[in-house]
C-alpha cells in the first residue's frame, strides 16, 4: 500500500443472483482470485491477482462471472499513459526490468488488415474450390540450379532433402518448458494427422515424442538444450535458431522453477537450474561462422536433413537472408515484431523488430533481384491470425507460414500475457501437473486440426476465387494484391498497387 | 588402422572416409579442414596437421587425438567421446559441451567451456594445461573445467571476465593466487580434500594422455570455483 | 539493383597477411596458399591483395590504381588527373583471363606526383592533396574508382575467391615484403570490383573480418573531417579512422588501438600504473566516437609494417605466427601453415592487443 499501490488492472463482476456458490471458479483459478467466505456464505475476489484469462467466466456454470477492465485510472494524460505510469512505479519498487508475454499488443501498423485480395470477374473464371481440384501441397528446401540427366538421358531426379507440406502452414516453434507436455502433444499430433510440420522449440524433444519425427522440425538455439546426435536425426527437418521476433537480439531465459521432472530430462539439464539461452549462437559471430553452423549440422546429418534458419525482422532483413541463403540454408523463417513469446523485456518485446509484412516483400523482392529466390524457401510467421493473412503473405513470396499465437489460442489461450508467471489456468504455459490436465491432448489436437482445415478451405476459397487451382501460383504473386490506405513508400517496399491501380 | 592423406580433399569427403573406415584412423596432412568427426561415435581418429574448425561437433562417443594446435569450436555441442589436443587450442572450445572430455596441453583461447552442461550421469570436463582467455566458462552450468598453468612463467592463468554468468559446475585453477576480479554470484575458496579427490581422477586421466607425473602436477594449491545460485537473475525481472 | 555505396552489405570474411621484418620479398604465391584452406569464410563474391615494395622504381611517386567502366571515363579521369599530377608513366595493369574472373572493368595505374604549382596554391601536402584527389573521384565521378593511392605499394581486387584473384592479377609476378589478402563474403550479389577489399587510401591498407555495430557513429563523425564513406563499408571506415588518428592527428599505432578497441573501463580502473590509467581515460574521452564495437580482426598494412588487432571483446579468431624474419597473420591458423608449414611460436593475441610489425628502418 502507499506510494505503490496500484489499482487492480481487473475486477471481477460476480452476479450474486446466479451465484450458486459452488466454488467451481475457485478451483479453476491457479492465481487465487476466487475464495468462499464461510462466515458470510458468500464468494470473495481478489481482483489483484487476476489475469483476465476468464478461465472462471468459461466455467462458471451459472454464468455469473465476468471481468472487466478496471476504470479507475490515473488521470488521463496523452503523454503519460496510465500503463507507462504504472510501469514507472513497479521499477521504482523492484529494480526489476519488466518482463511481459506474448506479442507487442500496442497500436501499431498491421499491414495485413491494409492488403486486398483480387478475385476474378468476367476475363477468366473463378474455381469452385469443393468441386474442382485445389492444391495445397508445397515442398519447402532448395531447387537445383540446373537438371541432371545421367548417361541414358534419364533425369536425375533426386532433390536436396525437402520438407513436404499438405498446407502451407506449420506450427512454429515453442518450447517444451515454456509450454506443457500436453500442448506439446496436441501440437505433435495435429501436425501428423494434417501433414505438416510442428516445432520443438529449443527445449530438446521428449522420449514420447520420437514417434512424430516425420512432422517435426527440431530446433537448435544458442543453448544447445537437449540437442545430440540422435535428436538431430529424429526430425524432418533441423532449424536453428537465431532470433525471434518477440525479442530480437536477445537470448532466452526459462527460470528453474519450470526446469522440473521430464522438462529436466528432455533439455538435460539439472532440475530447478536456470535454463539460459544466450543472446548469440557463441560459434557464430559473422555470416561466415553461420554457414559453418549450418554444415556443421549437415555433415552430423549426413545431409539426410533440410536446415531452416530462423530470424528475427529487423532493420537490415534484406542483406541477412541474402547471406543466410549463400550460406547454404534450406529455407529461410522469419519472425516478425509481433510473434508471440513465453517471457520477454517489455521494452524488448515492444520497440525492437520490424512488421513481416514490409520484411518478407523486402526479402523476397531481394533473393529475385540477386537471382537466389530459388536456393531457398521462405516461411514468414509473427502474428499469421488467418487463412487470409496465409494468402497475402504467400502472394506477397512466401512459401509456408509459422502459425503459434494462433494455435495456442485454439487450444485456450485467451491472449491474457501472463506466460512468465508458469500459473497458465488452460494448461498451455505451465508445468504444474494440476494445469498441465486441464489440456486433453486428444481434444487439443482435435481442435488445431479443425482450425488448421478450415484455413485450409478458406485457402482454397480465396485461390478459387482468383482461378488459382495450386498454390505455387499464388507464390510471389503480387499483382493479386492492393494495398488501401498506405504512403507511396509503403507500397513501394511491398511491391504492390495501390487499390483502383 | 586405415591411413589418409586429406590433402586437398573437403570436409565432406573426409567424413565420408572416415564413416566408411572401421575402427582406428589417421589422418595426414590436414590443413584447416572443418567438421572433422562430426556426431560420430566408434572411431579413434588421430590427426596429422592443424584440423579447421568446429572438431568433433555434436562428437558422440569417438576419440580424437589432434598432433598440433586446433582452431575454433571445437568439441561444440559435444555429447560423448574424448579429444586430446596435444598444442593449442582456438576460441570456444566444448561450447555447449554436455558429456565427455577436451583435453588440451597448451593454452585455450577465449571463452573456452562456454555454456558447458551436466546432466545425470553425464559431466564433461574441460582440462588445460596452460593458460585459458578471457570469458572462460561463461554461462557454465554444469562440468568441470581445469586450468592448469603448466608452464605459464607466472602470467595470469585466466583472462578477463572468467565465469560470467556461471550457474552451473566447477572451475579449478592450478593456483592461489587469482589475478583478476571474478563476478558477485561466484565463490573463490581453497580445494578441498574432497575436490582433489575428484580432481585427481580427472589429472589422471589427463597426465596418462601426455605423459606427465600425476603427482607433479597436483603438487600445488588449487582454487575452487563455484556459482553460489543455479538462478542467478532471478530478481533481475518485475513481471508487467 | 543496388551495388556498394547505394546500400549497406555487411560481410563475413577471412583475413591473412605476410611480413618480412628485414624486407626480404617474396612473390604473392605465398599469401594466396593461405587463402585456400579458408576457402569457407569468403563466398566467391570478393577478394583482394594489398602488396608492399613492388614498386622500387618508382617508389617516390604515388601509385594510383583505378578501375574505369568505360574508356570514355578514363579520358575525362586523366584529364582530371592532369590538371593536378605529374604523370610520370601510366599503364594497364596486367592481368590474365581465367573463366573464374569475368566482367572485369578497364584498370589502370598511373604513377604521380602532385604538381608543386597546386601544392602550393592548396596550401596541403603530398599526402592530403592525394587523399582530397581520391575521394572526389570516388564520390564525384562515375565509373571511375581509385583503388589504391599509396606509394611503392599496391592494392589488387576482384569480385572472385581470392585464389583466383592472385590468378588474373598475376601476383606471382610482383615482389613484396609485405602482403595482405582479404577473402570476402558479402550478404549480396555486389557484380562491382570496387566492393572488394583490401580497401585503402594512400599507402594505409585494411582488411577486415566482421561486421561492427559501430559503424553510423564512426562514419557521421569522421565524414567531419572530409572522409567520404561512399562504399558504405566497415572496411572503409575503418581504414579512414586509421588514417585520421595516425596521420592527421599522429597518434601511435598502440594509441590508435586503444582508441578503436579502448580496454573496458573496469580494466582501466583495475590498472596500478596511474599514468596508464590517465592515458587510457584521455583517449577514450577524446575519441569516443570512434570506438568500433561489434565483432572485427583487422590487418592495417602500411609503408613498413603492419598492425593486426582483434575487437575487444575477441569474437573473431586471429592467429599470429613467426618463423626466421618472417611474420604471420591470419583468421585461422591453417592459412598460416599454408604459408610456412614449419611455423613457430605461434599464438592468438588478446581482443584490443594490437599486434605491430615493423621492417627493419632502410629495408624497405
Not at chain 3, 74 to 102: D, W
Request: charged share 20%; proline share 4%; net charge neutral.
Amino acid at each position: 500500500m502507499g506510494v505503490d499501490f496500484l489499482y487492480p488492472e481487473f475486477e471481477v463482476v460476480r452476479n450474486a443472483s446466479r451465484c450458486t456458490n459452488c466454488r467451481l471458479c475457485e478451483r479453476q483459478c491457479a492465481n487465487e482470485v476466487h475464495s468462499f467466505d464461510a462466515e458470510s456464505g458468500v464468494m470473495l475476489a481478489d481482483d489483484s491477482k487476476c489475469v483476465n484469462c476468464q478461465r472462471c467466466v468459461a466455467f462458471c456454470p451459472t454464468r455469473a462471472l465476468k471481468i472487466v477492465e478496471s476504470d479507475c485510472k490515473f488521470r488521463s494524460n496523452a503523454n503519460w499513459s496510465d500503463q507507462t505510469i504504472r510501469e514507472i512505479y513497479k521499477q521504482a519498487n523492484s529494480g526489476g526490468v519488466l518482463l511481459s508475454s506474448m506479442g507487442n499488443p500496442n497500436r501499431l501498423p498491421v499491414y495485413w488488415d491494409r492488403i486486398l485480395v483480387n478475385a476474378s470477374q468476367v476475363t477468366n473464371p473463378s474455381i469452385d474450390p469443393l468441386r474442382e481440384p485445389m492444391e495445397t501441397r508445397v515442398f519447402l528446401g532448395k531447387k537445383p540450379a540446373r537438371i541432371k540427366r545421367d548417361a541414358q538421358g534419364r533425369l536425375d531426379v533426386r532433390l536436396e532433402p525437402q520438407i513436404e507440406l499438405a498446407v502451407p502452414i506449420m506450427f512454429s516453434a515453442m518450447s517444451y518448458g515454456s509450454i506443457s507436455y500436453n500442448a506439446h502433444e496436441s501440437l505433435a499430433r495435429a501436425a501428423t494427422e494434417l501433414g505438416i510440420m510442428y516445432n520443438t522449440g529449443e527445449g530438446g524433444l521428449h522420449e514420447d515424442f520420437y514417434k512424430y519425427g516425420p512432422n517435426t522440425v527440431v530446433q537448435v538455439a544458442s543453448g544447445r538444450f537437449g540437442v545430440h546426435e540422435r535428436f538431430l536425426l529424429a526430425g524432418a527437418a533441423i532449424e536453428i535458431k537465431m532470433g525471434q521476433g518477440a525479442k530480437p537480439g536477445i537470448g532466452g531465459h526459462l527460470p528453474g522453477a519450470k526446469i522440473v521432472g521430464d522438462v529436466s530430462r528432455t533439455r538435460m539439464i539439472p532440475e530447478g537450474t536456470d535454463a539460459i539461452s544466450p543472446a548469440p549462437h557463441h560459434d557464430i559471430y559473422s555470416i561466415e561462422d553461420l554457414r559453418q553452423l549450418i554444415f556443421s549440422l549437415k555433415e552430423a546429418t549426413e545431409y539426410q536433413k533440410p536446415i531452416i534458419v530462423k530470424v528475427a525482422a529487423v532493420h537490415n532483413i534484406a542483406a541477412i537472408a541474402s547471406g543466410i541463403a549463400r550460406a547454404g540454408a534450406d529455407v529461410i523463417a522469419i519472425d516478425g515484431f509481433r510473434g508471440g513469446t513465453g517471457a520477454a523485456p517489455t521494452r524488448i518485446r515492444d520497440n525492437v523488430g520490424i512488421p513481416v509484412e514490409l520484411a518478407l516483400a523486402a526479402v523476397d523482392r531481394r533473393l529475385r533481384d540477386e537471382g537466389i529466390r530459388n536456393n531457398v524457401s521462405l516461411v514468414v510467421g509473427g502474428s499469421i491470425r488467418s487463412a487470409a493473412d496465409v494468402v497475402k503473405a504467400i502472394a506477397l513470396g512466401a512459401d509456408a507460414c509459422y502459425v503459434a499465437t494462433a494455435a495456442l489460442v485454439a487450444l485456450g489461450c485467451r491472449l491474457c500475457r501472463t506466460c512468465q508467471s508458469g500459473k497458465c489456468n488452460w494448461g498451455i504455459a505451465t508445468q504444474r501437473p494440476e494445469l498441465v490436465k486441464r489440456l486433453d491432448p486428444e481434444l487439443g489436437s482435435r481442435r488445431l486440426v479443425n482450425l488448421v482445415s478450415a484455413w485450409r478451405h478458406e485457402l482454397m476459397e480465396m485461390m478459387g476465387g482468383m482461378g488459382i487451382n495450386s498454390v505455387e501460383a499464388l507464390r510471389g504473386n503480387r499483382l493479386m494484391l492492393r494495398g488501401v490506405g498506405m504512403t507511396e513508400k509503403e507500397l513501394q517496399i511491398l511491391g504492390i498497387a495501390h487499390a483502383g491501380e | 588402422m586405415t591411413v589418409i592423406d586429406v590433402s586437398g580433399l573437403d570436409h565432406k569427403t573426409i567424413n565420408e572416409s572416415l564413416r566408411r573406415a572401421d575402427g582406428e584412423c589417421a589422418l595426414l596432412h590436414c590443413c584447416g579442414q572443418r567438421f572433422i568427426a562430426a556426431g560420430m561415435s566408434d572411431k579413434k581418429i588421430t590427426i596429422e596437421g592443424i584440423p579447421g574448425n568446429a572438431l568433433g561437433a555434436y562428437l558422440n562417443g569417438a576419440s580424437i587425438v589432434v598432433n598440433s594446435n586446433a582452431q575454433d569450436q571445437t568439441g561444440d555441442t559435444m555429447n560423448e567421446g574424448v579429444i586430446v589436443i596435444h598444442g593449442d587450442v582456438g576460441d570456444a572450445a566444448g561450447y555447449a559441451m554436455r558429456g565427455g572430455r577436451i583435453f588440451v596441453r597448451g593454452n585455450a583461447g577465449y571463452r573456452a567451456g562456454i555454456h558447458m552442461k551436466a546432466y545425470g550421469a553425464k559431466s564433461p570436463a574441460v582440462v588445460i594445461g596452460g593458460r585459458a582467455g578471457s570469458f572462460l566458462g561463461e554461462y557454465q552450468a554444469g562440468g568441470v573445467i581445469v586450468v592448469l598453468g603448466l608452464g605459464s612463467d607466472g602470467q595470469a592463468l585466466v583472462g578477463d571476465f572468467p565465469c560470467t554468468g556461471m550457474h552451473g559446475g566447477k572451475l579449478y585453477l592450478r593456483t592461489d593466487r587469482l589475478t583478476v576480479p571474478f563476478p558477485n554470484q561466484v565463490t573463490a575458496r581453497p580445494a578441498s580434500e574432497e575436490d582433489l579427490d575428484e580432481l585427481r581422477k580427472l589429472l589422471a586421466e589427463y597426465c596418462d594422455q601426455f605423459g606427465l607425473v600425476l603427482d607433479e602436477v597436483m603438487n600445488a594449491p588449487f582454487t575452487v570455483v563455484t556459482p553460489d545460485s543455479q538462478n542467478p537473475y532471478r530478481r533481475m525481472y518485475v513481471a508487467n | 539493383m543496388e551495388r556498394e555505396g547505394q546500400i549497406r552489405i555487411p560481410a563475413g570474411c577471412a583475413i591473412a597477411a605476410l611480413v618480412s621484418r628485414d624486407g626480404s620479398k617474396t612473390s604473392g604465391e605465398a599469401i594466396t596458399n593461405a587463402m585456400k584452406p579458408m576457402r569457407d569464410r569468403s563466398n566467391g563474391l570478393g577478394g583482394g591483395f594489398a602488396a608492399y615494395g613492388i614498386y622500387p622504381e618508382y617508389k617516390d611517386f604515388y601509385a594510383l590504381h583505378l578501375f574505369f567502366d568505360s574508356r570514355d571515363v578514363r579520358k575525362g579521369c586523366e584529364a582530371f588527373l592532369k590538371e593536378r599530377f605529374e604523370i610520370v608513366q601510366s599503364e594497364i595493369i596486367p592481368t590474365r583471363k581465367i573463366p573464374e574472373i569475368t566482367d572485369e572493368p578497364i584498370i589502370w595505374r598511373y604513377f604521380v606526383a602532385p604538381l608543386q604549382s597546386q601544392l602550393k596554391s592548396a596550401q596541403l601536402d603530398g599526402d592530403e592533396f592525394v587523399s582530397r584527389a581520391v575521394m572526389k573521384i570516388n564520390a564525384q565521378m562515375d565509373g571511375a574508382y581509385v583503388f589504391s593511392s599509396g606509394k611503392n605499394m599496391g592494392a589488387f581486387k576482384a569480385v572472385g575467391f581470392p585464389e583466383d584473384v592472385s590468378r588474373f592479377y598475376r601476383l606471382e609476378e610482383y615482389q613484396a615484403y609485405q602482403w595482405t589478402a582479404h577473402g570476402r563474403y558479402p550478404t549480396n550479389t555486389p557484380g562491382w570490383w570496387g566492393g572488394a577489399h583490401p580497401f585503402g587510401l594512400l599507402d594505409y591498407t585494411v582488411v577486415h573480418n566482421g561486421e561492427i555495430s559501430s559503424y553510423d557513429a564512426n562514419r557521421r563523425f569522421i565524414e567531419m573531417f572530409g572522409y567520404k564513406c561512399t562504399l558504405q563499408t566497415d572496411t572503409e571506415v575503418i581504414t579512414y579512422i586509421m588514417d585520421y588518428l595516425l596521420r592527421v592527428q599522429r597518434l601511435t599505432l598502440t594509441e590508435t588501438a586503444n582508441v578503436i578497441a579502448a580496454p573496458f573501463w573496469s580494466a582501466i580502473e583495475q590498472l596500478s600504473d596511474a599514468e596508464e590509467r590517465a592515458r587510457l581515460r584521455y583517449l577514450r574521452a577524446v575519441f569516443p566516437s570512434l570506438l568500433i564495437t561489434g565483432p572485427f580482426s583487422i590487418v592495417l598494412g602500411f609503408n613498413g609494417g603492419l598492425m593486426a588487432l582483434n575487437d575487444r571483446l575477441k569474437l573473431r579468431s586471429m592467429v599470429v605466427g613467426e618463423k626466421d624474419d618472417k611474420v604471420f597473420v591470419a583468421s585461422e591458423e591453417a592459412a598460416i601453415r599454408a604459408m610456412e608449414e614449419n611455423v613457430e611460436n605461434v599464438w592468438s593475441p588478446a581482443g584490443g592487443e594490437p599486434v605491430v610489425v615493423r621492417v627493419k628502418e632502410g629495408a624497405f
